[in-house]
């Protein structure tokens, strides 16, 4: 695993101790994921199948077994599909909330479902992707399918309450503090881009990799390309 870049002598250093010297650089390192963003997330995660907590993300064997059947087997309440802030890993793709209706509305007519069973999507964005026309065109689909669709809501955290799972939100422009209750819970947690970018000089303001949005070349060593969820230019990290 990358450590440190030292672009000034064309060097990368790995935690096993080895350096590697280096022509050129092409540079995927993707953002950095994790279940630690979000309180509680980590213990629920791993509760029984049955409570319907999944989380999108392939950090050990055994999570892609769980979230086989991610979507499925809503029966009643809410179900909470979330999306942390820009930008995150899996940015575009991890928008399920019409893929899981579609199975809901299938449930509702074999009477597998309850009739006020709901598809809710949360997220502190003001939009589910940055691009203007695209999102009219979800948002419009959302709205003709009964989506229930939450701008501006950061989730702190998950709990058990009882009986109850409980989300805790919060409001980014006016700190207001909201517990959600729900039945099934699909969640893409929080991304940040890696440390050791910035430390190399080769992010921008935000973390992301300064490069070309047309070349994906590097803005100040030609050397250096990178793609992939980390670049720093708008588009969908996929």
Known sequence: MVEK?????????LSNGKEFNYKALVL???LEHGTHGIKGLEEMSHSAEEENVFVHMLDDKERPLRNFYHGWNHTHGDMICYSP???YKGE?????????EHFLRDNKNHGRASAGARIQYWTPNKS???FGYANEVILDECHNRGIDVMFGWEMLEVKWEGAAKVAVFRNVDTGEMLEKDFSHLN???PSKPHSYLAEAGLADANG???VNKYTLQHNKYENIFGFGDAVGFNTTRT
Not at 5 to 13: G, N, R, S, V
């Open 28 to 30: 995927a390192p993707g």
């Open 5 to 13: 870049i030292d672009p000034e002598k064309c060097q990368l250093h």
């Open 208 to 210: 992301m990799l300064d």
């Open 187 to 189: 969640i893409n947690p």
């Open 128 to 130: 589910i992707v940055p």
């Open 85 to 87: 802030a820009f930008p």
């Open 92 to 100: 575009g793709y991890d928008f399920y909330a019409l893929y899981y």
